[in-house]
Structure formats: structure tokens, C-alpha cells
């Protein structure tokens, strides 16, 4: 018992020690949580998910061998000089992947690879609260409003609302709507990703299905964010830019969130109860 304490009470000096040489990193990922038309406003939930999520093991946890593994010190060397190094360049979206690398080699050097297996999912469910460079989120932005003006333009003239595609700018009779970057969805399908995290390690089935409901949260995403802006796009064709762009325009947000979060559920219901698993494989 004196030993585990004493093995937590050195973890506790290094991981603050950490937390403190990795201040440049976490200040700027509270800067872009905190931005204007930020996608990562849930980044601030995620360690508490973390957190929550292993105690909800604490039996395993508990249960774990505790074991020095000196492979841990090569794992938190190499994560210190990759931080140094993109700390020193600014580049912090990687220097903030190395914080959970140096997280991981920590614990593995205090507590064992045992006590480590159980706390994988905690460790790699934290890859949520860094963003992604801007560079990238500005590559996919522009890639996600073509795919979703060209299939809204698409269903659009299907349901009998003539329409024709020029660029992320939706062409009506007596209307236009323009896709901008909030209404690509990709806010939507960064949070829902993150849920379908979640749900993939909630629910009770084999790694192949957990697998297949966290990559469902990708084409759900994308579907339910085509139908609203198809919605945006007729009430704004019939009511007016003023109804579709107000209270319409937020609300169909809402609404089409929690109409993913539902399909995320019934995907994940599918995959635990409705299949036999000679169906989809263990």
C-alpha cells in the first residue's frame, strides 16, 4: 500500500511538472476553443469525459498489476523532444499530440502496460480536445460546402424547386443561398465524431462494429447537414431571406443535431442488438 502511494505521489509531481512545461500548448488550444465561430467549443469537456471514463473502470483499475516499465522513459523522451521542438516553431497542433504520447509514457513507467490497457480509451478519447490547423479545417471547409451545395442542389430540384450550382452558391428562381463555413457542417460532424467515440465505447459488441459506428457519424454528418440546408434553401425561396436566415436558420442547427445524435443512436442499437454476428463479423 505504501509503495502505490508513493508511485502515485511521484506520477502527481511529473504530471504537474507536465501540465507546466506544456502551458505554451494548452494556452493556445483555449484560444481556439474560445474563437469566434470556433469548432472546437466541446474541447473544454473532454478531459472531464476523460476523467469520468476512467472511473468508470476504477475496478480494472484497481484490479491492474502495477509494474515499473522502463519503456515508458523512451516514450516520454521522445514526446518531450517532439514538443520541444514544435513549441519552439509554434506548431502546436502536434505539441499538443504529444502531450497524451508524454501522458502515455508516464504512465506506463509508473504503473505497468497492465494498468495502461485499461486507460487506452481515456488516453486517445483527449485527441478531441486538439484542434486541427487552421490550414486544414480551411481545406476541408471549402471541400465540405461544394459536396453539400452540389447534393442540396440536387434534392432540390428533385422535390420541384428548380436550382442550379455556381461554386458553394445555390441559384433559385427568386432566391439565392450562399453554404459559409458554418453551415458546411463541419462543426457538426467534429462533435459528432466525438459522440460516436463515445457510443463506439459504450456499446457491447466486437472492435469491427465499434469501428463501423464510429465511421457512421461521418455520412450521418454530412446527410443531415444537406437536408437542412435544403430546408434553409426552400423556406428561404418562399418566405423570404428574413424568416430562413433568423430563427429558422438556428433552430434547423438544433434540430438537425439532435436528429444525428438519434441516427447515431439507432446505428449503434442496429450494431449491438439487431445483427447476428455471423452478419458483420466478430
Not at 96 to 110: A, D, K, R, W
Not at 186 to 196: A, D, F, K, P
Request: glycine share 8%.
Amino acid at each position: 500500500m505504501e509503495k502505490s502511494k508513493g508511485l502515485i505521489l511521484k506520477f502527481l509531481i511529473c504530471f504537474a511538472l507536465l501540465i507546466v512545461a506544456y502551458i505554451p500548448t494548452f494556452k493556445w488550444m483555449v484560444d481556439r476553443w474560445l474563437a469566434a465561430e470556433s469548432y472546437y467549443g466541446h474541447g473544454f469537456l473532454i478531459p472531464f469525459v476523460s476523467i469520468f471514463v476512467a472511473w468508470q473502470r476504477r475496478g480494472a483499475i484497481k484490479a491492474s498489476r502495477v509494474s515499473t516499465d522502463m519503456r515508458g522513459l523512451a516514450v516520454i523522451a521522445a514526446g518531450l523532444f517532439i514538443h520541444i521542438v514544435c513549441a519552439a516553431i509554434k506548431l502546436y497542433f502536434l505539441s499538443g499530440f504529444s502531450f497524451i504520447f508524454v501522458l502515455y509514457g508516464l504512465l506506463l513507467f509508473f504503473f505497468g502496460k497492465d494498468m495502461v490497457r485499461n486507460l487506452v480509451f481515456p488516453l486517445l478519447f483527449l485527441l478531441a480536445m486538439i484542434p486541427l490547423p487552421l490550414v486544414l479545417v480551411s481545406n476541408i471547409t471549402v471541400k465540405l460546402k461544394l459536396i453539400v451545395a452540389e447534393a442540396a442542389t440536387f434534392v432540390l430540384n428533385r422535390i420541384g424547386f428548380p436550382s442550379a450550382r455556381d461554386g458553394n452558391l445555390i441559384i433559385m428562381p427568386s432566391s439565392h443561398v450562399a453554404i459559409e463555413a458554418p453551415c458546411s457542417g463541419l462543426r457538426s460532424l467534429i462533435s459528432l465524431l466525438t459522440l460516436g467515440a463515445l457510443f463506439s465505447f459504450a456499446v457491447k459488441v466486437s472492435y469491427l462494429r465499434k469501428t463501423l459506428l464510429f465511421m457512421s457519424s461521418v455520412p450521418i454528418a454530412i446527410l443531415t447537414n444537406i437536408v437542412r440546408v435544403t430546408m434553409l434553401a426552400t423556406v428561404n425561396d418562399l418566405y423570404g431571406e428574413k424568416i430562413a436566415m433568423g430563427f429558422f436558420h438556428d433552430f434547423s442547427g438544433f434540430m438537425m443535431f439532435g436528429i444525428a445524435f438519434a441516427g447515431l443512436y439507432a446505428v449503434s442499437r442496429v450494431l449491438e442488438k439487431g445483427i447476428k454476428d455471423g452478419e458483420i463479423g466478430k
